[in-house]
């Protein structure tokens, strides 16, 4: 399951993004990587293991980490301190939703699944919901070209935006045959007194 790409890059760049001052530096190995200098904020070097199995370190600085707690350090085990606030199901998590029963993509399955399989998913409740009386669910949904669960939604727009155009057409066809122009009087009623 793909789990990137599921935030709006609005909110990466301009709303979720790494704290002003912000720096980390990839260490040449892990064996010489330390935190010891004021440069780092780190206690430890941040482990990134690769796909491949190997292992690259980083230091990184937080600025006034003595006095702020960062995103990583309260779910240490879900986002890490290179990612910070840009988790991308971390930015999906804190949009808004526009409706109180609300759904949060969480990733994509990019292969076809064939009718009557097993799928078999490892859950891990990170996020409580129970402060606004919230519960999970996992759902499989398919999308279609227009999105999401309502395959009649992009029809409807199609139709409303085939409708404008043609309002649009019929008013700018009126607007060329019989002009009303700005500031002309006889359009124009006064108060009689």
């Not at 702020?68 to 301190?81: A, C, R």
């Not at 996020?127 to 992009?154: C, D, H, M, P």
């Not at 649009?168 to 124009?188: H, M, N, T, V």
Request: hydrophobic share 35%; aromatic share 16%.
């Amino acid at each position: 399951m793909r789990e990137d790409g599921i935030a709006w890059n609005s909110d990466l760049v301009y709303k979720f993004r790494q704290v002003d001052g912000y720096r980390e530096n990839r260490c040449d190995s892990c064996d010489n990587c330390t935190c010891d200098t004021p440069e780092w904020s780190c206690k430890e070097p941040y482990v990134e293991v690769e796909v491949d199995g190997s292992e690259t370190c980083y230091q990184y600085y937080y600025p006034n980490d003595d006095t702020t707690q960062y995103l990583y350090e309260t779910y240490p085990m879900v986002v890490s301190p290179r990612e910070g606030v840009t988790n991308e199901h971390f930015v999906v998590w804190m949009r808004v939703a526009a409706l109180s029963p609300f759904r949060k993509l969480y990733g994509w399955i990019e292969q076809p699944i064939a009718a009557g399989t097993n799928v078999t998913f490892d859950i891990k409740a990170n996020w409580e919901v129970q402060s606004f009386k919230g519960a999970k669910s996992l759902i499989l949904s398919t999308t279609s070209q227009f999105g999401g669960r309502n395959r009649y939604l992009g029809g409807f727009f199609l139709i409303i935006g085939a409708v404008c155009l043609g309002l649009a057409a019929l008013f700018g066809i009126k607007q060329k045959f019989r002009p009303r122009y700005i500031a002309d009087k006889r359009y124009l009623r006064y108060k009689e007194d």
